[in-house]
């Protein structure tokens, strides 16, 4: 597949004038240039974000539309482990492609998006709090489902917004393909924030929807989530003004697509909903960006290939990057510009400011090939915010169980550091599984850590010697009741490893991993 054409321009938008670097030449930057408002300033009052004005027309039929792209995949909020895994809904949210309205003209013209009354979220930003993310337990989901709200009453407005989420579902394709097409022909300035090759973004709003609508009386999941997804939209320009028009296709696809349960009582719950998240997303965004920049460009100083398709690439950031052991970040090449990929941080925070990452190319992986296969020291890169809640809780004395598959073990080496560093003597028990012998291609550095601290274990599981999968391993020994748990790999393994953990009596509150959306991963 070709790469785009397009480019991202110095300010964190895109389109328009040259590359915003060029291959292993650093760019000429300054002090605070984060995306600003149109007249230069930055936004200093944020508002609900409703849209007051008249609902602007539908698109006619034979309207232009943004041209088509190939097919895409689903998507997932978790970090690349044995794969690539696309960056949570992009600004302002993420674009399928998006077909001509004459595909499929409106049956109801999109209404326009109103503030709620009485919004849940405050409309001015939130005080300052520390850049580095408070430690969070992630929910744990059952196989295959999204992590499920308390089992409490539910709130009016999440009946009638599921309801509406269940009629879209079995048409999650064509709700995502009108509501661009919507987006682009009456907003045509919001497309150039999108990249140009459109497939690996796909359904990314649905899965975001799916999300929050599950969560939707559930407010430490809810916001925790839409906190990191304002923070993080900041590097593709997004702006307070933005959130209105997409609101606003958003409710024309909902009551399009879902015509045969929609009323005015669902729209103004909907309304209401939406009203909530985009201004929880902006409150985070505002408040970030008070203390942090949108992103950091970071050179590649090492670049050591472990194996045929798994290399350990090391960045020096332009600046500082705070960041805990077992977060992830989105990460940016020169070659795809404004595809974003999650890679966790292989290493504790360190001393002289690198950071490292373990990155597996896969089958037509646009990021995860370049950075493999083309990138070299010299390079340069740009990152997200640090995100995730998979850190270690250093208030307790509780044993750390690590289940880290393939470039999972990552995450869980920076785990060891991180407790090691503390000086704590807390046991560690690491189960590092591979397919084969080749696939444990970090193996010494987990053994020389193991021979420095008498408290560290490390366990190598191969399937192909074993005849077992690594969950199915981690039963074999314990007990672990007095273990907190740490998993991170593919999301099958994810999954079944939740399972074992559950079935040996580790209750879920003590199970993490950063999966918040169906742990479904995206190859792309």
């Known amino acids: 597949m070709d790469a785009p054409t397009t480019t991202s321009a110095d300010n964190g938008t895109s389109g328009g004038g040259g590359d915003w670097f060029t291959p292993r030449t650093k760019p000429t930057t300054t002090p605070g240039n984060e995306p600003e408002t ?76 109103t503030p709620a009354p009485e919004p849940f979220a405050s409309a001015t930003a939130p005080p300052a709090e520390p850049r580095v993310p408070v430690q969070r337990h992630a929910p744990v989901s059952p196989p295959g489902q999204a992590a499920s709200a308390p089992a409490t009453e539910a709130s009016p407005d999440a009946i009638l917004v599921r309801r509406a989420m269940a009629e879209v579902t079995p048409v999650a394709d064509k709700v995502t393909s009108y509501f661009y097409a919507l987006l682009f022909v009456r907003h ?19 899965r975001a929807l799916l999300t929050a609508a599950e969560h939707i009386d559930n407010t430490d999941v809810l916001v925790n989530y839409l906190q990191n997804l304002g923070r993080g939209h900041r590097k593709y320009g997004t702006r307070a003004e933005h959130y209105p ?19 005015e009582e669902m729209e103004a719950a909907w309304v209401r909903t939406y009203t909530t998240i985009s201004q ?8 970030d960006e008070l203390r942090a920049p949108a992103w950091w460009y970071a050179e590649i100083v090492a670049h050591d290939l472990r194996t045929p398709d798994v ?6 950031p332009d600046q500082p990057y705070p960041f805990l052991a077992g977060q992830y970040t989105s990460l940016e090449t020169p070659w795809w510009p404004r595809i974003w990929r999650h890679y966790s941080f292989a290493s504790a925070p360190r001393s002289d400011g690198l950071l490292s990452f373990h990155v597996k190319a896969v089958p037509a992986g646009w990021v995860s090939n370049a950075l493999v296969h083309r990138a070299r020291p010299g390079d340069i890169v740009r990152l997200g915010p640090p995100a995730g809640s ?120 003590r199970i993490r991993h950063d999966s918040v959306e169906e742990l479904i991963s995206a190859r792309s």
């Not at 978790?78 to 696309?86: F, I, N, T, Y």
């Not at 929880?280 to 408040?287: E, F, L, T, V």
């Open 38 to 113: 149109p007249d230069g300033r930055r936004p200093a009052v944020i508002r609900p974000v409703g849209r007051q004005t008249a609902a602007p027309e539908a698109p006619a039929d034979g309207a232009a539309a943004p041209p088509p792209s190939a097919t895409g995949g689903a998507s997932t909020d978790v970090p690349d482990q044995e794969g690539e895994s696309p960056d949570a809904v992009p600004a302002p949210t993420a674009p399928p492609s998006a077909p001509s309205p004459a595909a499929s003209s409106p049956a109801h013209a999109p209404t326009t998006v």
């Open 188 to 206: 045509p300035d919001l497309r150039s924030l999108f990249p140009a090759a459109m497939d690996t973004q796909r359904d990314r709003l649905l």
């Open 245 to 263: 028009a997409v609101g606003e296709c958003l409710i024309g696809a909902l009551s399009k697509y879902a015509a045969a349960v929609w009323n």
């Open 280 to 287: 929880i997303m902006i409150d985070a965004a505002a408040s």
């Open 311 to 316: 290399a350990v690439i090391t960045v020096r």
């Open 390 to 509: 998979m850190t270690v809780d250093h208030t307790t004395d509780s044993g750390l169980l690590c289940l880290g598959g393939g470039t999972g073990i990552a995450p869980i080496k920076a785990l060891v550091e991180d407790v090691a560093e503390h000086g704590e003597r807390r046991p560690v028990e690491v189960f590092y599984g591979a397919r084969t012998d080749l696939d444990l291609y970090d193996i010494d550095t987990m053994l020389r850590l193991q021979q420095s601290h008498p408290w560290l274990s490390v366990r190598a599981i191969i399937d192909q010697q074993a005849h077992q999968q690594l969950p199915d391993a981690v039963r074999a020994y314990g007990p672990w009741n007095e273990y907190d748990a740490y998993l991170s790999g593919p999301p099958g393994m994810i999954r079944s490893g939740v399972d074992a953990l559950r079935d040996i009596g580790i209750p879920s509150e």
